[in-house]
């Protein structure tokens, strides 16, 4: 159960539906924050109307208080009484004391409460519960003009019948909102939809040309969005373009190329089939072997052409290279080669073990610098005559490799041309391919 819990996991999202979170879910929560918000500002506005009208209530109440020597006396009939606590919704309490003594109305009402709110003159309003159910009451206090230690309060308080209901009516006129945000998200769903579209079709263009050709993309109709990635995509169209022409040049190349050397063993081995006497037999077999060679050296080169690629630089087989060792390793498989022909071998090194800072290293690909190396000095020992010099040099700054000989050397108007796959120069002799140098 744990294993596909963590593929559905690890599966990629589409992008069409990362969008619709992103953008529905800031959208919800705006819409959320914003009806706690109003509704935080409806009960706000609520009470303070309703407090006000209690504030009112109070000190009509508290007008009608009168100092005398010994008491407060509060000069309210029933009639007046009767008015005062009458409310068609909510129950209303009222009560005045002078310190410890309630000159009238509920000795018990609340003196603290939750949800505090202040008003002028020292008045307070807040919530409290009072004979089982909550009440909001606001207290004011009357001073004695002729006897400022002393004061009566006088606190008005009602159920929140009505509050409640009017937060209710309240509320119904945000009830549009939730229809507003259903729309908004319909929209918004839309234009996402809509806004990706185009990567749609520049998709199924895409899939349905690739399997007709490789050709890239027009980018004349694609948004300046997608832009950058239809042109990653023709990039990638023309490096398999490319990668697909060098394929097909090598198998032909290499058809071309090994049909010469394979007709001419079959036409050996027939020969010597035929031969009349050991020695004739021993003379073509000779030639035979010396053909082989020739093949096993063509299947060499087109084997190093094959491994070129342009993304060898970032292969996993690279890496660092001292070119001393280098040059010293691969001018000692020559010397064999040179000194039957009776050539000289020189190397001159960048440095020596005692002062590696001076030695020449950098990051490549040891088995095809070797082989390029290799080229350059199987092409100098063919075409130096005897008694000649070759001379492989190593530099340290920049780091680099020269291949010298005293051969002729090869024409300007060639220079460009050896570079190129089965090429040889006018000054070609012997057996070759005509592919070391575009290796190298």
């Known amino acids: 159960m744990k294993r596909p819990l963590l593929q559905a996991l690890r599966r990629p999202k589409g992008l069409e539906g990362g ?45 009608q208080v009168r100092f005398e020597q010994h008491e407060a006396v509060l000069s309210l009939n029933r009639q007046a009484q009767a008015v005062l606590t009458y409310d068609a919704d909510d129950r209303t309490y009222f009560s005045v004391q002078e310190g410890d003594h309630v000159l009238a109305g509920e000795p018990a009402l609340p003196r603290s409460g939750s949800d ?51 937060f209710r009516e309240l509320l119904w006129v945000y009830a549009p909102v939730g229809l507003i945000v259903v729309v908004a998200a319909w929209i918004l769903l ?10 749609q079709r520049m998709a199924d263009q895409w899939n349905t040309q690739s399997h007709a050709s490789l050709m890239p993309i027009p980018t004349s109709e694609v948004p300046r969005e997608l832009l950058p990635f239809a042109q990653a995509l023709n990039e990638l169209l023309a490096r398999l373009r490319e990668v697909l022409d060098r394929e097909k040049l090598f198998a032909s190349t290499a058809a071309h190329q090994l049909r010469t050397p394979l007709t001419g063993l079959q036409l050996g081995l027939a020969r010597a089939a035929e031969a009349p006497d050991l020695a004739s037999t021993r003379a073509v077999l000779a030639g035979l072997q010396a053909s082989t060679q020739r093949t096993a050296r063509l299947v060499q080169q087109l084997l190093a052409l094959s491994r070129l690629d342009p993304e060898l630089a970032s292969s996993p087989d690279s890496g660092p290279v001292d070119l001393d060792d280098l040059a010293r390793a691969v001018g000692e498989s020559f010397l064999e080669s040179a000194h039957d022909k009776g050539l000289t071998m020189e190397l001159i090194e960048a440095g020596d073990a005692s002062s590696s800072t001076r030695r020449a290293a950098i990051v490549g690909h040891p ?12 092409n100098a020992i063919r075409y130096t005559p005897a008694a000649g010099t070759i001379r492989i040099t190593v530099q340290a700054e920049p780091p680099g490799l020269t291949v010298s000989d005293s051969g002729p050397g090869i024409p300007p108007d060639e220079l460009v041309k050896v570079m190129l796959r089965f090429y040889r120069g006018r000054q070609a002799s012997g057996q070759g391919s005509g592919l070391g140098l575009a290796i190298v």
Do not use: C, M
């Open 116 to 166: 505090v709110r202040s008003y002028e003159k020292g008045a307070r309003a807040f919530e409290a519960p009072f004979l089982g159910h909550p009440v909001r009451v606001v207290w004011v206090q009357v001073d004695s003009v002729t006897d400022p230690s002393r004061a009566v309060l006088v606190g008005v308080g009602e159920t929140l019948n009505k509050r409640r209901r009017v």
């Open 367 to 378: 088995d095809l610098l070797s082989e390029a190396l290799g080229n350059l000095i199987d």
């Open 190 to 199: 839309a234009a996402v939809r809509r806004t990706l579209r185009p990567l």
């Open 19 to 63: 969008l619709r979170w992103r953008l529905l879910a800031p959208l919800l929560g705006v819409v959320l924050v914003a009806s706690f918000l109003s509704a935080n500002a409806a009960s706000g506005l609520i009470d303070a109307v309703f407090d006000r009208w209690l504030l009112d209530a109070a000190r009509s109440l508290a007008s």
